[in-house]
T-cell receptor
Framework: KNEVEQSPQNLTAQEGEFITINCSYS?????LHWLQQHPGGGIVSLFM???GKKKHGRLIATINIQEKHSSLHITASHPRDSAVYIC????????????FGKGTHLIIQP | DAGITQSPRHKVTETGTPVTLRCHQT?????MYWYRQDPGHGLRLIHY???????DKGEVSDGYSVSRSKTEDFLLTLESATSSQTSVYFC???????????FGSGTQLSVL
């Protein structure tokens, strides 16, 4: 069974700062998901990546398959980036579905 | 936005009563999932389906059953609700096993 760990659990930063959220997992995977959960509860998929780096606007996700580690970066952070960011990896052992990290609660202060 | 609807959005029920939550999609996606989200645990997989009448258990399946008689509908049933099943329930869909996930808006269930 894959174990997914995220750090930090909570992060408060000032507007404009560069943000990094880390995710590590225990079982080798083919791809990893990054999700965003808004303060109202809705969950959206940000990235699914299997190697290297992906960029969408001010969000950048990287993954190192060999080291079983992924990072989510936010450049020029803004208060509207305040949300819970969640990484998820396949459950492993041939089972379908994902195992989720507990999330990083990010607050960007003006 | 992906066409995925959960109903009801909120429900309060009593211990011992049966409860059914519905997930409806208009995307014709093959995979459908039920997750629960609790403080300190993150999202946990209850059951999932990989096609009509094809379902399998997740990591927290005890006390829950599911059915999928049509591609578009995935039902989650609590046969006899307990207070430990108070949670927020999310349905998700994907076109394939490792494809992008789309989530419903969630159902807040309170079992008193």
């Amino acid at each position: 069974k894959n174990e997914v760990e995220q750090s930090p659990q909570n992060l408060t930063a000032q507007e404009g700062e560069f943000i990094t959220i880390n995710c590590s997992y225990s079982v080798g995977i083919s791809a990893l998901h990054w999700l965003q959960q808004h303060p109202g509860g809705g969950i959206v998929s940000l990235f699914m990546l299997s190697s290297g780096k992906k960029k969408h606007g001010r969000l950048i996700a990287t993954i190192n398959i060999q080291e079983k580690h992924s990072s989510l970066h936010i450049t020029a952070s803004h208060p509207r980036d305040s949300a819970v960011y969640i990484c998820a990896a396949p459950r492993g052992g041939g089972a379908d579905g994902l195992t989720f990290g507990k999330g990083t609660h990010l607050i960007i202060q003006p | 936005d992906a066409g995925i609807t959960q109903s009801p959005r909120h429900k309060v029920t009593e211990t011992g009563t049966p409860v059914t939550l519905r997930c409806h999609q208009t995307e014709n996606h093959r995979y459908m999932y039920w997750y629960r989200q609790d403080p300190g645990h993150g999202l946990r997989l209850i059951h999932y389906s990989y096609g009509v009448k094809d379902t399998d258990k997740g990591e927290v399946s005890d006390g829950y059953s599911v059915s999928r008689s049509k591609t578009e509908d995935f039902l989650l049933t609590l046969e006899s609700a307990t207070s430990s099943q108070t949670s927020v329930y999310f349905c998700a869909i994907s076109a394939g096993h490792m494809e992008k996930l789309f989530f419903g808006s969630g159902t807040q269930l309170s079992v008193l």
